[in-house]
C-alpha cells in the first residue's frame, strides 16, 4: 500500500486546526479545459445555455417547477415551496404522486418490452437476466401484495432492507415505494450488528435480506447477518416482526444458516400464491417520506437522512435526465451499490423514472479480472457510465490496456464520491472512454439527494480534477471559519455551502430533527428566527475552493468523517467500535492517503494499565471493526501507541496523529500536554 508523501498545501491549510481531512486534502494544479464531443452536444438533452438564467436566484423557488414537471402527478401541488418553518423545507405541498407508479407503470404504454433492469450476475457462467417493464410490473406488485396482505404493511411502516446487488433489491424497494412504506436499505457490506442499529433508529417492523450473494468468487452467506441482525436489536429492545428472506436461486436455499421456524419466511414460496395480484399505488403527498439512507457523522450513531417522494423523485429525475443525459434508447450503468445514496438515486429512482435501461451487477469491478466492466459493457452496449474514483483507480492499476480490448461506446461518463486525480481523469476519458466521451463529475452527499455541483456537460468544458460549478438551481457559497463569505472565484479554501433550498435535500434526520438543525444550519444561520431560506444557508460539511471560472474543487471533509473509498465513516464509529476491546484504553481514527481508496482508516489505541502491547491485541481490535461496522471500514494499521498526543485539558490531537500517519510534519507540538509523545509514536509507526 503506498503512500502519498507530497507536502501539504497552503489552501487546505487555512481551514480549521481541527480539520484533519481537509489538511491533507488533494490539492492539484489547475488544469486545461477540455471542450465536450461535439456529437454529445449535438444529441443532448440539454444544450440551451438560458438554463442557468432561467434557474437564477431570483427565479427561485418557482424555476423547481421544471424539475417536477419531469414527473406524473395524481394532484398537481398549490405551493412550490413552503418556507414557514425553517429550516424544515416543504416542497411541492398537496401534490400526490406515487413513486413507483413513476418508476413503472408509467413506462408499459411505450416500453412494456423494453428492458428496465439488466442484472448481471457476477459469474460469468451465469446468465444475464432482462427485466422488463412488464416484468418488473408484475414483479413488484406481486411483491407489494405480499407485503400488504401478508404482513400488514401500510403507508409509513419502516422495513429496513439488507441486499446485496441483485433485480430484487430494486423490486423490494419499488413494491415498499408503490404502498408508501419508508425503506432503509442497509448497505450489504455492512454487519449485522451496524444493520441492527439501523433497524432500532427506523423501528422497523420487518427486515427483508437474501440467502446468499456472490462476491468476489465466493457464495457468501447472507443471512447469518440478519440473525445478527435480528438478535442484537433484540436484545436492545426492538424485536422484527419477521425475517423475509429472498433466495439468490429461487427454490433453492443457499444458505447454511438454519431459518427460524415461525420468524423467517422464504418470499419465493410465498410469493406463490400472489401471481397475478395487482396494487393500486397509494396516492402519496409529496413530502411523505420515500426512504431513509443512514449515513455517517461526527457522533457515534449513524444519522437517518429522510428523503421526500416529490421533492426528491424530481430531483433525481430532472438531473438524469439533464446531468446524466439519459435518454429512453440509453443503456445506462451506475457500477455502485444501491446500499448507498449513489445507487437509491443514479441506479434505481432517476433512471427509471426515465423509463432507461438500468444495470444491477452483482460483484466486483475487477472479478474474475480488470476486464469484466468492459465486457459487460460491450455485451449489454452500455453508452452511460458511472463510477467512482476509487473504481477507476482499481481499474486503471490492475488492468490498464483492457479498455483497449473491448468495444466501448461511451458517450457519457461519470465520476462521484471523492476527488479524482486528473492523471486518473485523464485514463478515464482517454482509455475507457476513447477520447469520445463526456466525464461529469459530480459532488454531492446522502443529505442533498442528488448532484450538487456538476458540468452541464453539453454546456460546460471539462476540468480535470475539478468538479463544476452549482448544477441549475443550486447556488454554492463558500464561507470562512468566522462566517464571512469568500469572494467568489478567490480560490480561497473555506467551508463550501448552499445558499438556497433545493427539492432533493433531505427533510430531516429520522427522529433527530435538532441534529438536523444543528449539523446542517446552524453554524451559518443569520438569524435563527427568521422565516426567510435566504438566512439559512446548508452546510455540506467539504471544504472547497472556487476558481475564478466558477468551478469548485472539493478538498475533503471538514468534520469527523472518512471518505474511504467514496463512502462516508464515522471517526466516533471506528473509535467506539475499538473500545469494544476490554484491554483498549482510548482510540482515535485518522485517514491515510491510499493510492487506490483515495483514504483509509489508520488506528491508534493505547492500552489499559499492564496491558502489554501486542500484535494479537491489534488484530482483536481490527477484527471488531468489522464486526461492528463491516468490512469496508477495516483499519490500514492498527498502532498501538503508550499514549495520544492530548492537549492540556486532555483533548487527543487527532490532527497530530493524522500528520505522522501521513509522514508529515506535525507541526508546532510544544503545547501539548505530553509533546514528548509526539516522537515515540513517530517510531512506532515508520
Ligand atoms: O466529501 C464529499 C465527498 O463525499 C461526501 C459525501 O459522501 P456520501 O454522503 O457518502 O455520498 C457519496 C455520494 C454522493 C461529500 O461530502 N464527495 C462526493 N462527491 C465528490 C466528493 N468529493 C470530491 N468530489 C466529488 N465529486
Redesign the pocket.
Given at each position: 500500500m503506498s503512500r502519498d508523501k507530497s507536502p501539504r498545501h497552503s489552501a487546505a491549510e487555512q481551514q480549521s486546526s481541527d480539520a484533519t481531512e481537509a489538511q491533507i486534502a488533494v490539492h492539484w494544479p489547475e488544469e486545461a479545459y477540455i471542450p465536450p464531443p461535439a456529437p454529445f452536444i449535438a444529441h443532448a438533452n440539454l444544450a440551451d445555455p438560458d438554463v442557468f438564467e432561467r434557474f437564477s436566484l431570483d427565479r427561485f423557488p418557482e424555476c423547481f417547477k421544471e424539475f417536477a414537471d419531469v414527473l406524473d402527478w395524481y394532484k398537481y401541488w398549490e405551493t412550490t415551496f413552503d418556507a414557514s418553518n425553517p429550516p424544515f423545507w416543504r416542497w411541492f405541498v398537496g401534490g400526490r404522486i406515487n413513486a413507483c407508479y413513476n418508476c413503472v407503470d408509467r413506462h408499459l404504454a411505450a416500453y412494456r418490452n423494453k428492458t428496465a433492469i439488466h442484472f448481471v450476475p457476477e459469474s460469468e457462467d451465469e446468465a444475464v437476466q432482462h427485466v422488463t417493464y412488464q416484468e418488473l410490473y408484475v414483479r413488484v406488485n406481486e411483491f407489494a401484495a405480499l407485503l400488504r396482505d401478508t404482513f400488514g404493511l401500510k403507508a409509513g411502516d419502516r422495513v429496513t432492507l439488507h441486499l446485496p446487488m441483485v433485480a430484487e433489491l430494486p423490486i423490494t424497494m419499488l413494491a415498499c415505494a408503490r404502498l408508501g412504506v419508508i425503506h432503509s436499505q442497509v448497505f450489504s457490506g455492512f454487519s449485522g450488528v451496524a444493520c441492527a442499529d439501523r433497524i432500532l433508529d427506523s423501528e422497523s417492523r420487518l427486515l427483508i435480506t437474501m440467502d446468499a450473494y456472490w462476491r468476489g468468487g465466493k457464495l457468501i452467506d447472507h443471512k447469518e447477518k440478519a440473525d445478527i441482525a435480528y438478535t442484537e436489536a433484540a436484545g436492545r429492545g426492538h424485536t422484527i416482526e419477521n425475517v423475509l428472506v429472498w433466495q439468490r436461486y429461487p427454490s433453492r436455499y443457499s444458505s447454511p444458516t438454519a431459518l427460524v421456524e415461525g420468524r423467517d419466511v422464504i418470499v419465493n414460496d410465498l410469493l406463490k400464491t400472489f401471481r397475478g395480484k395487482r396494487v393500486d399505488p397509494v396516492q402519496m403527498p409529496a413530502e411523505a417520506p420515500l426512504f431513509l439512507m443512514y449515513?455517517s457523522g461526527t457522533t457515534g450513531r449513524p444519522k437517518g437522512c429522510q428523503h421526500s417522494t416529490g421533492g426528491f423523485l424530481a430531483y433525481v429525475a430532472w438531473t438524469s435526465k439533464y446531468i446524466q443525459d439519459i435518454h429512453p434508447e440509453d443503456v445506462y450503468w451506475c457500477m455502485a451499490d444501491i446500499g448507498?445514496?449513489?445507487g437509491h438515486s443514479y441506479i434505481v429512482y432517476g433512471p427509471l423514472a426515465l423509463g432507461a435501461s438500468s444495470v444491477v451487477y452483482e460483484g466486483v469491478p475487477t472479478w474474475p479480472d480488470a476486464g469484466r466492466p468492459w465486457r459487460i459493457a460491450e455485451n449489454l452496449g452500455v453508452n452511460i457510465f458511472h463510477t467512482s474514483p476509487t473504481a477507476i483507480r482499481a481499474l486503471r492499476r490492475s488492468g490498464p490496456d483492457e479498455p483497449a480490448k473491448y468495444n466501448l461506446r461511451f458517450k457519457h461518463m461519470t465520476?462521484?464520491?471523492?476527488?479524482?486525480e486528473p492523471e486518473v481523469w485523464k485514463w478515464y476519458l482517454e482509455s475507457v472512454g476513447k477520447n469520445k466521451a463526456v466525464i461529469v463529475?459530480?459532488?454531492?452527499?446522502?443529505?442533498?439527494g442528488g448532484f450538487l455541483?456538476s458540468t452541464v456537460p453539453a454546456l460546460h468544458r471539462m476540468k480535470p480534477g475539478s468538479?463544476g460549478p452549482g448544477i441549475p438551481g443550486i447556488h454554492p457559497v463558500i464561507y470562512d471559519d468566522n462566517g464571512n463569505e469568500l469572494e467568489r472565484g478567490c480560490g480561497k479554501a473555506g467551508n463550501i455551502c448552499i445558499r438556497n433550498p433545493w427539492p432533493g435535500a433531505f427533510q430531516t434526520i429520522w427522529k433527530a430533527p435538532e441534529r438536523y438543525v444543528k449539523t446542517y444550519y446552524a453554524r451559518y444561520c443569520k438569524d435563527t428566527k427568521s422565516k426567510d431560506w435566504r438566512d439559512w444557508p446548508y452546510m455540506?460539511?467539504?471544504g472547497a475552493v472556487e476558481a475564478a471560472d466558477g468551478y469548485f474543487r472539493?478538498l475533503?471533509?471538514i468534520d469527523d468523517?472518512i471518505?474511504v473509498a467514496?463512502?462516508?465513516l464515522g471517526t466516533k464509529e471506528i473509535e467506539s467500535a475499538a473500545l469494544l476491546v476490554p484491554d483498549v484504553a482510548e482510540a482515535a481514527v485518522v485517514p491515510v492517503a491510499d493510492e487506490i481508496k483515495g483514504k483509509v482508516p489508520e488506528l491508534y489505541v493505547s492500552l489499559k494499565p499492564g496491558i502489554e502491547p501486542a500484535a494479537e491485541i491489534a488484530k482483536r481490535v481490527s477484527d471488531q471493526v468489522v464486526a461492528r461496522i463491516g468490512a469496508i471500514a477495516r483499519p490500514h494499521q492498527v498502532v498501538i501507541v503508550p499514549d495520544m498526543p492530548k492537549t492540556r485539558s486532555g483533548k487527543i490531537m487527532r490532527r497530530v496523529l493524522a500528520a505522522i500517519s501521513s509522514h508529515q510534519d506535525p507541526g508546532d507540538v510544544s503545547t501539548l500536554a505530553n509533546p514528548e509523545i509526539v516522537d515515540t509514536i513517530k517510531e512506532l509507526n515508520k
Open positions: 449515513t448507498w445514496i449513489t465520476t462521484v464520491g471523492e476527488p479524482i463529475d459530480t459532488w454531492w452527499q446522502t443529505e442533498t455541483c468538479t455540506t460539511g467539504d472539493i475533503g471533509r468523517v471518505n467514496g463512502h462516508r
